[in-house]
């Protein structure tokens, strides 16, 4: 099996509200999106590094992205939607010999390589679509509209539920199936999916679920990115 990876890294980071698109925010003096592809490229799912690293990357600073990430790494502009910029870098990847796609956000750079590794390792033993869960630990409610707020319609049940990360796995097949099926709805924000698991389900095709992990958390706000500085720096990341 041989594995290739796209990394979404074409978003403005808005909710960051920071002066550059958020892939290219430093971290402990680095890009984000440097952090995300140093990870990526560290790991070796089935004893192999990846055969192919495509970003996506926000098509005013494309130039800024091939310097960052050198020659190996395809650069390829994204779109309006992150479902879009994915289908743009699924569109660039080697025709043949890629049997196993990850799809990953630089949003969540620092992902261990062995994240990486276990989702492939699921990909290999026969599940075509895998992604990393974690379970919650707030209470959740589901609400719904009401006069003036929102009344609690029910308590979900926490045991059913995962939080959602990526990198996700994907039998090559099956992530072209999926998005090619949703391709009308790349453009749209409100009804693009915002995972590639989510066209997976459209499909009616199962989706596994691999324990996730807390390294592996997305740098959503500012608080976000505080915490993952934080973080990093103990750890160095890895
Ligand atoms: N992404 C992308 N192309 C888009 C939108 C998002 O490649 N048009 C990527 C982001 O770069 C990020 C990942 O998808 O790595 C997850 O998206 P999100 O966390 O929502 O990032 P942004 O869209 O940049 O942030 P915001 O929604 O706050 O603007
Ligand atoms: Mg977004």
Request: hydrophobic residues 50%.
């Amino acid at each position: 099996m041989t594995t290739a990876a796209i990394l979404t890294a074409a978003g403005s980071g808005t909710r960051l509200g920071h002066a550059l698109p958020k892939a290219l925010v430093p971290v402990l003096g680095e890009p984000v999106v440097v952090h995300a592809a140093r990870r990526l490229l560290a790991a070796r799912p089935g004893g192999a590094p990846l055969a192919a690293l495509v970003v996506s990357a926000p098509p005013g600073h494309l130039e800024q992205f091939r310097t960052l990430l050198g020659p190996d790494v395809v650069v390829v502009p994204g779109g309006p939607t992150r479902q879009a910029s994915v289908a743009a870098a699924l569109a660039a990847l080697p025709d043949e010999g890629i049997d196993v796609v990850l799809v990953h956000d630089a949003a969540r750079p620092f992902a261990p390589a062995d994240l990486v590794e276990r989702v492939v390792a699921a990909v290999t033993a026969g599940h075509d679509a895998v992604v990393p869960g974690l379970a919650v630990t707030d209470t959740i409610k589901r609400v719904g509209p009401g006069t003036g707020g929102w009344p609690v319609e029910a308590t979900v049940d926490r045991a059913e539920l995962r939080a959602v990360q990526t990198p996700q796995g994907f039998a090559r097949a099956t992530l072209e199936r999926a998005h090619a099926a949703a391709a009308q709805d790349a453009a749209d924000e409100s009804v693009a999916a915002s995972d590639d698991a989510g066209l997976v389900e459209r499909l009616g095709l199962p989706v596994w679920v691999v324990p996730g992990d807390e390294r592996a958390a997305k740098i959503t706000t500012a608080r976000d990115l505080a915490v993952a500085e934080l973080l990093a720096s103990d750890t160095k990341g890895t």
